[in-house]
């Protein structure tokens, strides 16, 4: 790990530019774009009460919960902003400090940042840097931004980023199969590890670092439970709903999610009744990831017949689902134990990706999925080129896939409307027939 | 280093499927289109008669080149097809194997990957699938492929390639600067090493290693002297010229290679008289790689006023250009030498990538170029986003730079040649104001 290169000179003292009654026209675009997608969902929910909580979370992002952000960094917490499932949240929370999700997924900034960025990169590249260009408060309150070398897209995007604040590149290896790539992950996480204690002034304790691996593994434990109902043949909750109340993992203060996390399972798994039909098709969702306020994917799915039952993106379940595993509780064994989880990924930067595959076909058969949706977001080369390994794979079990490729704009809305309904009658007639 | 992954179960023994007399349509086509491009070339080159030899061989690739391979491999020797600069191909000799660089640089066979791969990739990658699913014979003779993790369409490309061939991944790591980043290439180096050995049968000794290595800093001394004379006022050969001559690097045998590249360095040493006018604006080229016969950026350059002084592209003295240092004569000496040559190098896949900028500006002033042309192939995001930090360093220095995006179809040749007149007549204004 290392900072990112910097060739404007020494990025200047992080300053806060904004404040939650200062949002920059765009940030305010974006905070109604994901109001207006929130109170669509919320209108159809029937009647979960455990989802208010992150609707109002969802809504609050760039007023109520920078208010929080704000305080935190008052009070003398550093402020860690991350991209991509490649950081872990222990280190960041054992040292003290307050992790902020920056993959953005909304259009409104993707215009400035392509000033910047080639057209033809991948949406959620130019709109994050684009967040940041429109002084987001989420990127005006970290203190250092850490980006992994994802993809090609990250991987220079942290050079930019650097002009603007300090950036750690964080080096993801090609593949999760060799003992050099391992190490080199080790390392890695080790570095993390010793720049995070220097740069918060804290060290990461035993007993710390053991509180964090214990809250965040909480935390996977309550995903797999909300997912767990959803393996019914009456789904009690819509998939856009646990997509929404899982994406909020990335904004939330961890323990408070987890008390609302309970509190939702707690009311989904008493829920007798399903939202649709126990003989909706059934959709998992793969690809790409969903980041708020573009929402269409899932939204299309459940409005055209069908219940989003489980998915593999990174901002769902790909990688909040398993837990870390510590053999004893040394600093060395956790360090390896969380270096092992992080590199267990199935995410397409990899290669090969089997993992992909046979956790795709894992989730098919406990979900009884009846159709996969393959996401890809325009320019992700990397996941695009697996839709192909990916349906063959699929399709020698018979079950059929549809990919939607698409950005973050909505002008394309009614066509994937079109597609993904006939998908879903196409699954119909087949059981029918 | 390891397989790639094949969904598809293990590859068949390697097949040659085609021979000179017999080659497909797509693979006739771009033999044409070679020599189209060439006989170009060599009707403007002001007779310089050592040139003919490299246009001989440009024009053969495809059959006398490939009687030669054939006869190499039917003499026992194992051939390897490699991607990019990372294969060291002073390890292919001396495991006594034949290297047959395999990047694409023709429009004709893509249609047919565009089936298999996304439309928005990189026309390189594209034409180099493309040119296997063709039945180039350069594939078919092929006993093993090399691809590295470059970017994320090599990386991915190689998923593809191992359904057909069998397919070795070469790790490289995202950045040149960290230790454990140069410990993983270290180990990368030694696992091709043993892997070249076991699929040849052929220990590669000390002294086998030492005579490559000597052999191949032979060809690297002579592209350098081929570029010396260019630092000239007067330039006695066509850019265009001494990027075909460099490019041959990759396809000819070695010995007979330094011996007509000698031949070339001799006669055009002794030429005082320059292509163009000692006035005439000098270029540098960089960016991604041009490849034959998409020779568009180098002709039209030359075509509009200019002398192409020098490039820093990977298929001209980018990575051709410095020796393998090495201290002493043992095979660890030779290895670690090998691994750090090998990393040395500056393709935009790394970050940072300071050693471009720097490399950049000591040839614009060793070779006084009055401006810069950064190529862009489309969808290659790498070399994309590092040209405005290019621009940038240049322009602190004064050097204009203009950024040309393209792919390898000859619709937008004119609409180039207008942009490059223009730029060209620019440098013309800036000195006569």
Known sequence: MKMADNVEGAPEAPAEKTNAQELSPTVLEVAARIAEEVDAMASQDHGIAGMTYFYDLAKGLYTTRVQELRAARQSGKKLVGVFCNFVPEELVLAAGAVPIRLCSG????????????????????????????????????????????????????????????????????????????????????????????????????????????????????????????????????????????????????????????????????????????????????????VILPTWKIPRLIEESGAVLVADEICTGAKVVWDPVYVVDWSMDEMMLALADRYLMNSCACFTPNRARIERLLQFVEQFKASGVLYHVLMGCYIYSIEARHIERSLMDKGTPMLTIETDYSTEDVEQIRTRIEAFVEMIQGQRAG
């Not at 819509?238 to 399972?265: I, K, S, Y």
Request: aromatic residues 6%.
């Open 106 to 289: 909304c259009q409104e900034p993707i215009a400035t940042a392509e000033e910047v960025l080639p057209r033809n990169f991948c949406p959620a590249i130019k709109s994050s840097l684009g967040m940041l260009l429109a002084n987001s408060p989420h990127f005006a309150l970290a203190d250092v931004l850490i980006t992994p070398t994802t993809c090609d897209g990250k991987k220079k995007m942290a050079e930019v980023l650097a002009e603007h604040k300090p950036t750690w590149v964080l080096e993801v290896p090609h593949t999760t199969v060799t003992q050099p790539a391992r190490e080199l992950w080790l390392a890695e996480m080790r570095n993390l590890k010793k720049n995070l204690e220097e740069f918060t002034g804290n060290r990461i304790t035993k007993k710390a670092l053991r509180a964090a691996i214990e809250l965040t593994n909480r935390r996977r434990a309550l995903i797999r439970r909300l997912y767990e109902v959803r393996k019914r043949p009456a789904v009690p909750i819509w998939g856009r709903d646990v997509l929404l109340a899982t994406n909020m993992w990335f904004h939330d203060d961890p323990e408070r999610w987890v008390r609302q996390m309970e509190l939702l399972c707690d009311e989904v798994e008493a829920r007798k009744e399903g939202v649709r039909d126990d003989n909706a098709p059934r959709i998992l969702l793969t690809g790409s990831p």
